[in-house]
């Protein structure tokens, strides 16, 4: 009986799903838009996907889940939904791999660079995410941040900060109009934020933690007054 593994995104305004076998062929890669209440629909867009090609959810042993940056609701219904998906059955493995993997996989980078992964931060401001390509991955550095326009611009514009800068193609429009033409040209876009690149990373292990979820901005809660 093959062993699958099944990668699942929602930290942007699509929905990513990706299914390998255990020789790691590509069998699965879906993306769908999915955004607020669409993402009801999530677990039943998956499981059409298994049933279009004869699987069940009990055929897939090991899950990775796109752990962010980007939309907290959408980190958290994945990551809440694999976990559910685990109830129970102690032959599932899972693990978070930040969904910054994905953008830093398509630029293209070369070994060794250094990699910016910019997000629309709202408030005029953006996030980065810092990656370095190490064995043909990108590999997070542990450096994040925050940046409003002043610092933005200082930082991507001091020469050897980063080789390559990206982005998900649905944040570049917010990425212009807070940065300029003339530094958000040097932003390479990722138009498809296919899945496959969360299967084939190599780290971390599956540890069967679906909490660690990428905050650089930390969740805002109000006390009710």
Same mark, same amino acid.
């Given at each position: 009986? $093959?062993?699958?593994?099944?990668?699942?995104?929602? &930290?942007? $305004?699509?929905?990513?799903?990706a299914l390998a076998d255990n020789d790691g062929a590509l069998v699965i890669d879906a993306v769908r838009p999915m955004r607020g209440r669409e993402?009801?629909?999530?677990?039943?867009?998956?499981?059409?996907?298994?049933?279009?090609?004869?699987?069940?959810?009990?055929?897939?042993? !090991?899950?990775?889940?796109?752990?962010?940056?980007?939309?907290?609701?959408?980190?958290?219904?994945?990551?809440?939904?694999?976990?559910?998906? &685990?109830?129970?059955?102690?032959?599932?493995?899972?693990? !978070?791999?930040? &969904?910054?993997?994905?953008?830093?996989? +398509? !630029?293209?980078?070369?070994?060794?660079?250094?990699?910016?992964v910019c997000f629309d931060g709202r408030n005029s401001e953006m996030l980065i995410f810092e990656m370095i390509r190490r064995n043909?991955?990108?590999?997070?550095?542990? @450096?994040?941040?925050?940046?409003?326009?002043?610092?933005?611009?200082?930082?991507?514009?001091?020469?050897?900060?980063?080789?390559?800068? !990206?982005?998900?193609?649905?944040?570049? +429009?917010?990425?212009?109009?807070?940065?300029?033409?003339?530094?958000?040209?040097?932003?390479?876009?990722?138009?498809? @934020?296919?899945?496959?690149?969360?299967?084939?990373?190599?780290?971390?292990?599956?540890?069967?933690?679906?909490?660690?979820?990428?905050?650089?901005?930390?969740?805002?809660?109000?006390?009710?007054?």
């Amino acid at each position: 009986m $093959k062993a699958w593994h099944g990668a699942i995104d929602l &930290s942007g $305004k699509s929905a990513a799903f990706a299914l390998a076998d255990n020789d790691g062929a590509l069998v699965i890669d879906a993306v769908r838009p999915m955004r607020g209440r669409e993402a009801a629909h999530l677990a039943g867009w998956i499981l059409e996907e298994l049933a279009a090609r004869q699987l069940d959810l009990k055929d897939i042993t !090991c899950w990775t889940v796109g752990s962010g940056p980007g939309s907290f609701t959408g980190m958290r219904l994945a990551a809440a939904l694999v976990t559910g998906w &685990s109830f129970q059955r102690p032959e599932m493995h899972a693990r !978070c791999v930040p &969904s910054a993997v994905i953008p830093a996989t +398509a !630029c293209g980078a070369p070994e060794g660079a250094r990699i910016g992964v910019c997000f629309d931060g709202r408030n005029s401001e953006m996030l980065i995410f810092e990656m370095i390509r190490r064995n043909g991955e990108p590999v997070p550095t542990g @450096f994040t941040a925050v940046w409003n326009r002043e610092e933005a611009l200082t930082e991507l514009n001091r020469p050897g900060r980063f080789d390559r800068l !990206c982005a998900p193609g649905d944040d570049l +429009a917010a990425l212009q109009r807070l940065l300029g033409e003339e530094t958000a040209a040097r932003i390479r876009p990722c138009e498809r @934020f296919s899945a496959g690149a969360l299967l084939r990373a190599t780290t971390p292990d599956f540890d069967n933690d679906l909490t660690r979820l990428v905050y650089i901005r930390p969740a805002v809660f109000t006390t009710p007054q």
